[in-house]
């Protein structure tokens, strides 16, 4: 699976580094901003912490 | 020579076939990061990085405050002289804003013994997502309690853990402990009382005076309540503290949190 993505990217090694990089920070951005947040509201590990009947 | 090298390079394209083994696997090793990733997000980003963003935010509320403050007219203290000598200046009864709408920001609380630069915007209401889970406040105010300075109960509540880890040391308060209220009126300090550990649907600590069912409020209180324990919320804790004194924003803030009023 990674190994099709290594040899699908173009360019020199340097170039394919990089784009890897920019991937997985728009991945990590994408967990951080969105993916998180949800599944922590699934999860519900952290309730309000209000009072109420 | 030539055809050596194409036919190394034909085998080396038959070993690089996708296995399903070998995707499986992948996918498995990518599930396990993605759940450390999660941890990570959960202990370290939202208390580290959240905490310091709503830290900075609520620094700029109370600079604002200040700014819309210097346009509007202050009181005029009326200086007394203890018989031991020590001045002290009296401004009165505090002022007591009206109710604000909904996930409005309205008060900066500070309060040192969660840590010297420790702040956080309040907003009304308790919503979870336009309030505690906001990464520029943290704070809820119950709506429908008494706003800062008034007699009653001023009652409010924030995460323990998660989202900034906003009220994580309230287990930590100490009898005296000073919670200052910053508005545009004003800095209100109270101080730390008691705290109880209760369930998660004991409403009666915010009645006007707290856990008293129709009681007529003579004092001025503050309820801070929190989830217990960390990382759950099986139980609240509800920290009690009591109104000691007021002063305008133009006196300039309390000693002991000069330094972090308008500070990001």
């Known amino acids: 699976m990674y190994g099709a993505l290594w040899r699908v990217l173009p360019g020199p090694v340097w170039l394919r580094i990089l784009i890897l990089i920019v991937l997985a920070a728009l991945v990590l951005y994408c967990l951080v901003t969105w993916v998180f947040p949800w599944v922590d509201s699934l999860l519900q590990s952290n309730e309000e912490g209000t009072v109420a009947v | 020579m030539h055809a050596r090298r194409r036919a190394a390079g034909g085998s ?65 203290p009326t200086p007394t002289v ?107 300090t109270y101080r730390f009382r008691n705290m109880e550990y209760i369930s998660p649907s004991t409403v009666q600590v915010l009645y006007d005076v707290p856990q008293v069912k129709d009681a007529k409020a003579t004092d001025r209180y503050i309820t801070l309540t929190t989830c217990n324990p960390p990382y759950h919320a099986q139980e609240r804790i509800a920290a009690f503290g009591v109104f000691e004194s007021w002063q305008p924003l133009s006196a300039g803030p309390p000693k002991e949190i000069a330094a972090e009023v308008g500070s990001n």
Do not use: C
């Open chain 2, 82 to 188: 203890a018989p031991d000598g020590t001045k002290t200046v009296d401004y009165g009864p505090p002022p007591v804003m009206k109710a604000p709408g909904f996930a409005e920001s309205f008060a900066v609380i500070y309060v040192p013994r969660f840590g010297a630069d420790w702040k956080r915007t309040i907003r009304e209401s308790v919503d979870v997502e336009a309030v505690l889970n906001s990464y520029d406040a943290g704070v809820g105010h119950y709506t429908g309690t008494q706003m800062p300075g008034a007699v009653g109960n001023f009652a409010i509540a924030a995460h323990d853990t998660g989202y900034g880890n906003t009220f994580i040391d309230v287990s930590k308060l100490q009898v005296g402990d000073a919670i200052y209220i910053q508005t545009k009126d004003g800095y209100y």
């Open chain 2, 12 to 76: 080396g394209a038959r070993r690089r076939k996708v296995s399903v083994v070998g995707v499986i696997g992948e996918l498995l090793v990518t599930a396990g990061v993605l759940v450390l990733l999660f941890l990570g997000w959960q202990t370290w980003w939202q208390s580290a990085v959240l905490g310091a963003q709503q830290n900075s935010a609520a620094g700029q509320q109370s600079q604002d405050f200040l700014d819309q403050a210097s346009a509007s007219p202050t009181p005029t």
